[in-house]
């Protein structure tokens, strides 16, 4: 299966490159990129980049999973990623993402996430997305409120990470759940 992109009114939604690293190193490598996820490690190298990017054309190709970079379609600027983690056999998936703290507040991660999600319910055929993100992430919660994702429930100190205990909140949808809409 070839993904070329996924284009809205400013972003493009592309598979990662290589050539992306000199700038991928330093946004997802913010200590806040890493403290509002929980599966981006910190510090963050070039050697987890070409993982990182290596594995996501494998693990597209195997079905399991789509991860994008989020490019500004203006200045071709890398400023975040977002992705899918397929169960194809449940025809669910679990959507992930993060902004650059340069791009943080400007409406990016909604504006991603609400193709991806479109994608995985048009595209993919999927009948559930669902999110989670640590509960202190109040922004995280806004964007998957804003795509149209219910609270479905919280997870006591579910996760640790860096030493510490976190509750994780649930967040999803159903296919039926939104309207159809074009991507841009």
């Known amino acids: 299966m070839e993904f070329t992109s996924l284009d809205t009114d400013r972003l493009s939604l592309r598979p990662f490159a290589l ?3 000199p700038d991928l190193v330093p946004l997802i490598g ?18 987890d980049a070409r993982g990182y990017i290596s594995s ?5 190709s195997s079905g399991e999973e789509v991860r994008l970079a989020i490019v500004m379609r ?3 600027s890398l400023c975040g990623g977002v992705g899918l983690r397929i169960a194809i056999e449940y025809r669910r998936a679990e959507l992930g993402y993060w902004i650059g703290v340069p791009y943080w507040g400007q409406g990016i991660a909604t504006e991603a996430s609400r193709a991806l999600v479109n994608y995985g319910f048009e595209t993919l055929k999927l009948h559930r997305i669902f999110a989670s993100l640590v509960s202190s992430n109040v922004a995280s919660a806004e964007v998957l409120k804003k795509i149209g994702m219910q609270r479905e429930g919280c997870q006591r100190e ?3 990470k860096w030493g510490e205990f976190l509750d994780i909140e ?3 949808m159903l296919a039926s759940d939104i309207p159809k809409r074009p991507l841009r």
């Open 19 to 21: 050539s992306d690293i």
């Open 30 to 47: 913010a200590r806040e990129v890493a403290a509002t996820t929980l599966r981006i490690p910190h510090p963050y190298t070039e050697a």
């Open 56 to 60: 996501s054309h494998e693990s597209f």
């Open 74 to 76: 203006e200045s071709n």
């Open 158 to 160: 579910h996760n640790q």
């Open 170 to 172: 649930l967040y999803g």
